[in-house]
């Protein structure tokens, strides 16, 4: 059997849980090799190497970008590599061949900073292109960090492991993401050890560019399909569950059993990845199975998202949402009737780059919901000169997904939860296909709404 498994960055920085219960030793039940992973930076790397992705406080990419000392930054990221070294030396990390790997990396990117530096002082390259690049350069560390250090370990405990490193340090081939990963796996035979490979891959259309912080994921997708894996699996830090244990708590989150990409779809576009989207289309084309795993336990067996998969009862498999949303609405009287009103509106948000998450209309109204950090003043003004009366109004949508939830009164049983507990829908929205019911409520009540939603529609049934 060939696994392809991804380990995501909070789990990383606690490797001793990795080795122990997901890997495990030569000696242990269940060990084998045929298995890939896919690492990602240990938690809080990339966030210093970029900007953190919650705050938005300046890295090093950031101070780059703007002229400050990034230099000194790059020394703060390199005592934080070291400090998350120390940590694993009980495990048989060899802090010098680590430091020195390590040091290497940020010696030289220190060194194509000053370069790419000098060459937009100079003004004869635009500055786009370079910083691009730099994000690009940056964004690779933590995953090198992380993947060498994985080898390290396991090598140190008895383990065959092979490093496959898709950074592209200090190679000028020009190859697309694709490309490299064929080629660095043309070699490689995954059933006699462990391979390690990086979650960032270098490639001429820009991972970064292209998928921004998911980037990690597509690499996982593109090396699964690449070798035809058996299975493709996430590590993660929590179960994908009916509800956000944050918020319902542990004891009312539900584990889901079992699922398909259309539902991981739903959840992609409010923000609750399961996986990156485009890193779950090659899998379901493909027909490889997803597993979702949580690292803490790891006995449980999961998640598992296929393409057909359909519960064999009507239910709720899931509640999600967000509360960082906002409500852009159109409404004019010279709507009624008219063929293709929208187009326009469509057109300026194609402008703007935004894709909305639902849409609601009537005779004269139109009403879209958009991510808050989407919303553009010039785009509200462009509306404003040409519609009647646009309204911008922050909000929470709360959505009720399954894989079969084509049932009698269960959008009734949805709306009467909600108004128990005095929550307005401000809007609503269910497709023909039935995977998932919309709500949008005022953003105060969003708690109180995913916790209603959960023990009604979920916890019931679990009992």
Request: glycine share 6%; hydrophobic share 40%.
């Amino acid at each position: 059997m060939l696994t392809v498994e991804k380990i995501g960055g909070t789990s990383m920085l606690q490797f001793q849980n990795v080795l122990k219960d997901i890997i495990g030793y030569p000696s242990s039940d269940g060990f084998r090799y045929g298995r890939v992973f896919v690492v990602s930076a240990y938690a809080g790397v990339t966030n210093m190497l970029l900007e953190d992705k919650k705050t938005k406080a300046p890295g090093v990419y950031q101070r780059f970008i703007k002229g400050e000392d990034y230099e000194s930054a790059m020394d703060d990221l390199l005592g934080m590599a070291m400090d998350i070294n120390e940590t694993f030396t009980k495990l048989g990390l060899d802090l010098k061949v680590c430091r020195d790997f390590l040091v290497e990396r940020v010696v030289q990117t220190k060194a194509y900073l000053n370069s790419m530096e000098d060459i937009v002082a100079s003004g004869y390259v635009g500055r786009d292109s370079i910083y691009s690049a730099a994000r690009e350069l940056l964004a690779s560390i933590g995953e090198a960090h992380s993947a060498f250090n994985t080898v390290n370990i396991l090598r140190n405990n008895g383990i065959l492991a092979e490093l496959v490193d898709l950074t592209g340090f200090r190679d000028s081939k020009q190859l697309s993401i694709s490309e490299r990963i064929e080629k660095s796996f043309k070699n490689v035979n995954p059933h006699e050890a462990i391979i390690v490979a990086t979650g960032y891959t270098k490639g001429i259309e820009g991972i970064m560019r292209e998928y921004e912080r998911g980037y990690s994921e597509i690499t996982f997708s593109k090396i699964a399909t690449h070798l035809h894996a058996d299975e493709a699996i996430i590590h993660k830090e929590y179960h994908l569950s009916s509800a956000d244990p944050k918020i319902v708590g542990v004891d009312k989150a539900i584990p889901v059993g079992r699922t398909n990409y259309d539902v991981a779809d739903q959840l992609a576009d409010i923000g609750m990845e399961a996986i990156h989207p485009n890193a779950s289309k090659p899998l379901e084309m493909a027909e490889i199975n997803l597993r979702i795993k949580n690292t803490f336990e790891p006995n449980h067996p999961g998640t598992v998202i296929s393409n057909d998969y359909i519960g064999p009862q009507a239910k709720i498999e899931i509640i999600a949402g967000s509360d960082k949303i906002v409500i852009l609405e159109i409404h004019d009287t010279s709507m009624v009737g008219e063929t293709g009103f929208d187009l326009e509106i469509m057109k300026k948000f194609k402008k703007y780059n935004i894709s909305y998450i639902m849409k609601t209309t009537n005779a004269n109204s139109i009403s879209l919901v958009i991510w808050q950090a989407d919303l553009a003043e010039s785009l509200v003004s462009e509306l404003e000169a040409e519609y009647r009366t646009v309204t911008v109004q922050e909000a929470a949508i709360v959505c009720c997904i399954g894989s079969n939830i084509a049932m009698p009164r269960i959008l009734a049983r949805a709306a009467n939860a909600l108004a128990k507990n005095n929550i307005n829908i401000k809007c609503v929205s269910q497709s023909l296909r039935q995977v998932n019911m919309q709500f949008v409520i005022d953003r105060a009540m969003y708690s109180k709404a995913i916790i209603c939603l959960n023990e009604d529609l979920c916890w019931v049934n679990h009992k």
